[in-house]
């Protein structure tokens, strides 16, 4: 069974740039989340992808997107970043339409983002 | 709306003994889940627990056990026997049938065990 996986591991922006962070999800799995950790603070929650559309949305402003494809593997895209983006982005999958919702995430090991 | 409380923002514990993690949850949904991650150093959220807001009996996981007191709105996690490797930041977390999409997480504790 493949667990989660990101890319890429760390990165450094510049404000005001775009950037892209890849997530593929845990094989058999047809949802992807995605949340946004700043430090020494829980996760907060952007968004979820459930057959290739957005399936609930956090508190985060529309320069955070995202896309899932075919695949089930997901992007989520940050437009005009800010130094206050700078934060571990965590992306979580999980299997939606057995009953269970989705409590049972499973998460990758996170992208670090600086933005400077 | 939904929320988590850990009011502990770090413990330290010598290594063998029994620990417990506070965590208060709040919610006007009566068809809720409640769980408990592990997250070392590495940054990789490590699902530990889950209990359903109709689950009868307290969950457990090898040496992890929930104690679900719903009149009172806490789910604390309890660690037993405690090891080195369980020095980690633990978070309490809620997924309501309302908003079956996103995880609500409290703020965190650090632990840290003593050997």
Redesign the interface.
């Known amino acids: 069974e493949t667990g989660v996986t990101q890319s890429p591991t760390h990165l450094i922006k510049t404000r005001g740039q775009q950037v892209t962070l890849r997530c593929s999800s845990q094989s058999g799995h047809n949802t992807v989340?995605w949340?946004q950790q700043a430090l020494g603070?829980?996760?907060?929650?952007i968004f979820?992808y459930?057959r290739e559309e957005e399936?609930?949305r956090?508190n985060f402003p529309p320069r955070f997107s995202g896309l899932q494809f075919p695949n089930y593997s997901s992007e989520l895209n940050v437009n005009a970043l800010e130094l206050d983006d700078s934060a571990?982005y965590?992306c979580?999958s999980s299997l939606w339409g057995l009953g269970r919702?989705?409590?049972?995430?499973?998460?990758?090991?996170?992208t670090?983002l600086t933005v400077t | 709306a939904q929320k988590i409380t850990q009011t502990q923002p770090g413990m330290f514990v010598q290594e063998k003994e029994a620990v417990t993690l506070d965590c208060t949850y709040d919610t006007s949904d009566q068809s809720y889940g409640l769980f408990w991650y592990k997250q070392p150093s590495s940054g990789e959220m490590i699902f530990l627990i889950y209990q359903g807001s109709y689950d009868e009996q307290n969950a457990t996981e090898g040496r992890y056990s929930l104690n679900f007191q719903k009149a009172r709105k806490s789910a604390n996690l309890v660690i037993s026997a405690s090891q080195l490797g369980d020095s980690a930041m633990y978070f309490c977390a809620m997924t309501t049938y309302s908003s079956a999409s996103k995880i609500i997480f409290g703020s965190g504790t650090r632990l840290s065990i003593r050997p």
Do not use: I, M, T
Not at chain 1, 102 to 108: A, D, M, P, R, V
């Open positions: 989340s949340y603070q829980g996760p907060q929650f979820q459930y399936n609930g956090g571990l965590l979580a919702g989705s409590y049972e995430q499973y998460f990758g090991p996170g670090r």
